[in-house]
Each structure stands twice: as C-alpha cells, then as structure tokens.
C-alpha cells in the first residue's frame, strides 16, 4: 500500500502537526500527531505513517461537526507533484475532515499545486 506523511497546519494557532495519506485509497487519514509523538529514536526517524495507522485502530473515524474548538487547516503533501488544501480539524482531538469527492475519496480538484513556506520551514527546524 502506498502512503505519504502529510503535514498538517491549524489557522488559529500555526501548530503543524504530521499525518498519513493512504495513496491505494486516496484519502487522508483522520488521527494527526506531533513531530515528537511519531519519532521513533531507534529508527532516528519521524514516523507518522505508522504511528497514524496505528493510533486510527478501532476509533471512529467521524469528527464532530458542533465541537467547539474547529479549526481551518491547510493540509500538505508532496504525493502527486506536491500540493495542499484546505480543510477543518481540531487540536485538541488531534483530527481533520479532508473534503471528499462522491466516491469518498480526496477532492483533488481543490488542490493547490504549490508548497506553502510554512511546510519549508517546518522541515528546517525539525533538522536542527
């Protein structure tokens, strides 16, 4: 199964957090998670796909639409040519709603084909 590590970035505050998209099924998986919850210190690596995966193990996968804290989010990903969209999430459940096509998949028709600085620059820092 192909996948990619999505970065995720709520308007409110400008935390980025990380996530997975599923490419075989093309959506965005709902669990998000720090760049510190999916390090993995013997790998020396961040690994938010896996620990994605794992933390949407039997969970409901429906965010409220009435809970308090929703967010605008921009989401990034570098698979197919790279791009990000708009989205809503909540930080403190740790969840986002990608916008989905009739078939439930990723709406790749509000796709922005650039890469925002923020994403740049998150990477950067993670390097130091």
Known sequence: MSASTVLIRFKKTGNIYMGCYEGTSDYVKPYICTAEECYDEKLDCYCAITYCREIAKD??????????????????????????????????????????????????????????????????????
């Open 59 to 128: 969970k409901d996968y429906i965010l409220p639409k009435d809970f308090p804290d929703l967010d605008e989010v921009e989401v990034y990903s570098d698979w197919n040519f790279g791009g990000y969209f708009k989205a809503i999430g909540s930080e403190s459940l740790k969840m986002i709603d990608c916008p989905l096509d009739e078939f439930g998949e990723l709406d790749w028709s509000v796709i922005v084909h650039e890469k925002p600085d923020w994403v740049t620059g998150f990477w950067e820092e993670l390097a130091v």
